[in-house]
């Protein structure tokens, strides 16, 4: 790995007009995470801070930034007028600065930390300028190409709509993912014009600049062409979120995870599977979240993040979890929602029980904690905060609103009532009205 000092610029102030959306494309969300936060924290680790270019709606985007990132700074770009404007607006900031830049598309959310750094590997072995990451589509439509001369050395990216016939028949494609020899590429950003079709300054013109400038350029191609899909409109962006899931499904199969159908099942990154846990269809998982082993999720299960589930648990039919930890052996098998929970092990959670989380007058979210080896009756509510102790019961259809003791029934249940004959003698004095 490199010694040298590497940081980023993300690209993130282009309108994303393909969009039609009143929301800054790189704010669009792959399982409610942002198409930013994929590209950030690829190169978290790897660079010492990035610069985040921002300019259509740039208030929102710095605001989600100074929510949600640490280690950046934001740097204005108005008005948008191509991508080697945006990263040149960087240039005051990198003035004296002797190191390697990532160059990175805001807009493409499934870049992968490994391949940044032996992107940046590959561009020292090399002693390049410039190292433009590639790879080949079967379909390279709305991507620039990438030109090689008869020796396979790079000279040129050409965008689509300045390419002639031959140039479109390339199906080798720019990913928009650059590795930059600062001090030695940044004279070009200030000899840039914007004679093309779109009228813009053009990133991609630091390639011609430093082959003519006998400057070395390298193109580094990847097989895994899907970390470079670039997201410009809404069905890239669900293209984009099948392709995640399906690593990550792959991934978890691969590990020794069952599950039944690849189509309804849906599992985020940051979701953290044991072996011989059984997925069954329909099953929407986000956030961040661990499971353990031998448990049986769905179908039909929504898990919204921060939910920690050990082994042996049984997590049923339109059951919802979020903010919670279930210990293992714990049944909630059916039409339950369970949040800001301590849940122990060997609980039973009857059909229909809801944790009342949420005050809607002081706007607080509010704790439920419910010891091992509890049994929660049908169609239960427990207001929290509250807690139900050890060995205890609640009845079916009981409002739970105090603390229940270790080992004894709590029920709020109205005291049941028979009245013999009832309808029977109703229906009869019917009959003598009539
Ligand atoms: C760009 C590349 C193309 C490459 C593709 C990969 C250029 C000229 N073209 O095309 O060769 O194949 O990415 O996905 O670079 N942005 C700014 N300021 C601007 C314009 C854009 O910050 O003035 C940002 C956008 O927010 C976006 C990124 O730069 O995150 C790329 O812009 P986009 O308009 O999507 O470029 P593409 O047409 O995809
Ligand atoms: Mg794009």
Not at 42 to 54: K, L, P, T
């Amino acid at each position: 790995m490199t010694s040298k000092k590497t940081k980023a610029i993300i690209m993130a102030a282009g309108c994303g007009k393909r969009m039609k959306s009143n929301v800054p494309k790189v704010l669009h969300k792959i399982f409610d995470v942002e198409l930013l936060k994929y590209v950030y924290d690829a190169c978290f680790d790897i660079v010492d801070s990035s610069y985040i270019i921002v300019g259509h709606k740039a208030q929102v985007v710095e605001n989600y930034c100074k929510s949600s990132l640490i280690k950046y700074k934001c740097i204005l770009q108005y008005p948008q007028r191509g991508t080697g404007d945006a990263v040149k607006k960087v240039y005051n900031e990198l003035d004296n600065f002797n190191g390697n830049v990532l160059v990175l598309c805001g807009d493409t959310p499934l870049i992968e930390k490994n391949t940044l750094e032996s992107l940046i590997d590959y561009h020292n072995q090399n002693k390049s300028v410039c190292t433009v990451v590639t790879t080949e589509v079967i379909d390279p439509h709305g991507y620039g190409r990438i030109v090689r001369d008869k020796d396979n050395n790079l000279i040129e990216i050409v965008e689509e709509k300045d390419a002639n016939e031959y140039q479109r028949s390339i199906n080798e494609i720019n990913g928009g993912i650059y590795c930059l020899d600062w001090q030695k590429i940044k004279q070009s950003f200030n000899e840039l014009d914007c004679d093309n079709a779109q009228n813009e300054y053009y990133l991609t013109d630091i390639v011609l600049w430093a082959v003519k400038n006998n400057l070395k350029v390298s193109g580094y191609k990847i097989e895994d062409s899907v970390q470079l899909f670039g997201i410009n409109s809404k069905r890239d962006l669900m293209k984009a979120s099948t392709i995640l899931k399906n690593k990550v499904i792959d991934c978890l199969l691969e590990n020794g995870v069952t599950i039944y159908d690849r189509d309804t099942t849906w599992i985020s990154l940051q979701t953290s599977i044991e072996p011989d846990t059984i997925i069954l269809p329909n099953v929407y998982i986000s956030g961040k979240n661990k499971i353990g082993k031998n448990c049986k999720i769905g179908p039909f299960t929504h898990i919204r993040g921060n939910v920690n589930i050990e082994n042996n648990v049984k997590i049923g039919n339109f059951v919802e979890l979020k903010n919670a930890n279930v210990a293992s052996n714990t049944n909630i098998c059916h039409l339950s929602y369970i949040g800001d929970s301590e849940v122990g092990e060997n609980v039973n959670i009857g059909a229909g029980t809801i944790t009342a989380n949420f005050n809607s007058i002081t706007k607080e979210k509010n704790k439920t904690i419910i010891k091992n080896k509890v049994s929660i009756g049908s169609n239960s509510v427990l207001v929290a905060p509250v807690c139900v102790g050890e060995n205890a019961m609640v009845g079916a259809n009981s409002t739970v609103t105090k603390d229940v003791y270790n080992d004894s029934l709590y029920v709020t249940r109205s005291e049941e009532k028979i009245i013999k004959d009832y309808v029977k003698v109703k229906q009869k004095n019917m009959e003598g009205s009539c």
